[in-house]
């Protein structure tokens, strides 16, 4: 039995989402051919000023407001001072004196439990440029040079990786959620460094930290700090505590261990001091208020949302939330006056199902909740059936041309109670033998006897309605 609990936090960097670079007007984006979107400011040529990316700023702040954290009441800057062959000025331009936010919390989704996440701060700074590394040399690509970083470090305060990775998951969501950041992993816009320490359970003092740095997936996220939890607890136990480095590790993919890169036993003076060349700027409280104002509903908000008031499933909540554009389709169809449950269904089951099978976003599905709305009104007023409903779906999706186009007096769906009665007395006039049988115990045929109502009409008669008849004619046969 493992005697030993594990002590968690986080260092998450975002990339933001914005036309231009957070000190230069570069272009800020993802491309795959190398050193097209550079400036001299990215490079650190002579001469060269950087200026501060307003749009940035806003989103920064922004994440620090969600976050419940506490904004300085003045914007400035720092000098990170280092070498390193992706830096190029030789120091980065960062945030340390006075963060965009610090002492935040936010709350997270468990499953069983929500979990209350403490944050250290969240500050903007500049990406460096990327690296790739081959036998015998080193590339440098400077496209990410200058991009805009948010960097989110959380307290010690996580005790498991599922904990860790599920609040990596949700800040993911959240970034989508207020559109600061695209988030997309595969394009290294979501980077993680991870710090884990093992105590005793009673131990009052935290164990020695060990960093693993630039995890570049959740999945490796959780790996690294299983690998590393076993790792300390193994020494630990074996009472080889000399052996529990304050040191820096990489998560290595194809063992699925940590490796030793350097050993970390004082903190790396950087030699902080403010960035002279870009001036103070006064955080007004009515600038807040008003990116506050901006702030979309949560994940987590919706979901209490959709379970508490619209009366949703918990699953039915949760396969939701997981995509803002869901979210967003959803409450679409919701203002439009579509049931929530009903919309949520058709969602889940006809929608995702469709873009799933043809690998398509929601944002390019042609059947938009307005267009929804015609095949759920004339299923709902009679006119159609549930059958009818979902051929109208496919083909208005098929042949990209509105429902109402499909939904006729040719294929409308018979509701009328004395049309019925004559095509219900009439099957039940020429099944006599059929009746007898029905009311000796061969109650199946009651299923025999809708089947002959849906053949006559050609499918369309309202079923519902058919068997309220049904029963109603075949009582009197039962009398007589």
Request: a negative charge; glycine letters at 4%.
């Amino acid at each position: 039995m493992n005697e030993y609990k594990a002590v968690i936090g986080l260092e998450m960097h975002c990339e933001l989402k914005s036309n231009a670079k957070v000190f230069s007007g570069a272009k800020n984006a993802y491309d795959v051919v190398p050193n097209v979107n550079v400036s001299p400011v990215d490079l650190g040529l002579p001469g060269v000023l950087p200026t501060v990316n307003k749009e940035c700023v806003k989103k920064a702040l922004m994440m620090s407001l969600v976050l419940n954290c506490t904004q300085p009441e003045e914007l400035y800057f720092d000098r990170k001072n280092y070498y390193y062959p992706d830096l190029p000025k030789g120091y980065q331009i960062t945030q340390m004196h006075a963060p965009v936010g610090i002492n935040g919390k936010i709350k997270i989704d468990m499953g069983d439990y929500v979990k209350e996440v403490l944050i250290h701060d969240i500050h903007l700074e500049e990406d460096s440029a990327s690296l790739e590394h081959y036998s015998d040399a080193s590339l440098i690509n400077y496209n990410r040079a200058g991009v805009p970083l948010l960097e989110l470090v959380t307290e010690p305060c996580f005790s498991s990786a599922m904990e860790a990775v599920k609040f990596l998951e949700y800040m993911t969501l959240v970034y989508k959620y207020c559109d600061v950041s695209d988030a997309d992993t595969k394009k290294g816009q979501i980077r993680c460094d991870v710090n884990v320490s093992i105590m005793g359970k009673d131990d009052k003092v935290l164990g020695t930290k060990v960093e693993i740095k630039n995890v570049n997936s959740f999945a490796n996220v959780y790996e690294a700090i299983n690998y590393e939890i076993k790792r300390q607890s193994e020494l630990k136990m074996a009472n080889r505590y000399d052996e529990v480095l304050q040191e820096t590790r990489r998560f290595d993919e194809e063992s699925g261990t940590t490796k030793r890169m350097r050993s970390k036993v004082d903190a790396i003076d950087y030699k902080y001091f403010v960035e002279p060349n870009i001036p103070k700027y006064k955080i007004s409280k009515e600038y807040l208020q008003s990116i506050k104002e901006k702030i979309p509903l949560l994940p987590l908000e919706r979901k209490e949302k959709y379970v508490g008031e619209l009366g949703l499933s918990v699953k039915d909540a949760n396969i939701i939330i997981k995509n803002k554009d869901y979210a967003n389709y959803f409450e679409e169809c919701i203002n439009l006056g579509i049931d929530a449950k009903v919309a949520a269904n058709w969602l889940i089951v006809q929608i995702l199902g469709f873009l799933n099978k043809m690998d398509i976003s929601i944002q390019d599905f042609y059947l938009k909740p307005e267009l929804l709305k015609q095949i759920i009104s004339s299923l709902e007023e009679g006119k159609i059936s549930s059958k009818q409903a979902k051929e109208i779906f496919n083909k208005s999706i098929s042949e990209e041309k509105e429902p109402k186009n499909y939904i006729t007096n040719d294929n409308e769906q018979i509701s009328d109670r004395d049309k019925l009665l004559g095509v219900i007395t009439n099957i039940l006039e020429n099944n006599k033998e059929q009746i007898k049988n029905y009311f000796l115990g061969k109650t199946n045929l009651f299923d025999y006897f809708v089947g002959q109502v849906m053949k006559e009409t050609k499918g369309k008669a309202n079923p519902s309605l058919v068997k309220v008849l049904l029963n109603e004619e075949l009582l009197k046969y039962k009398e007589k």
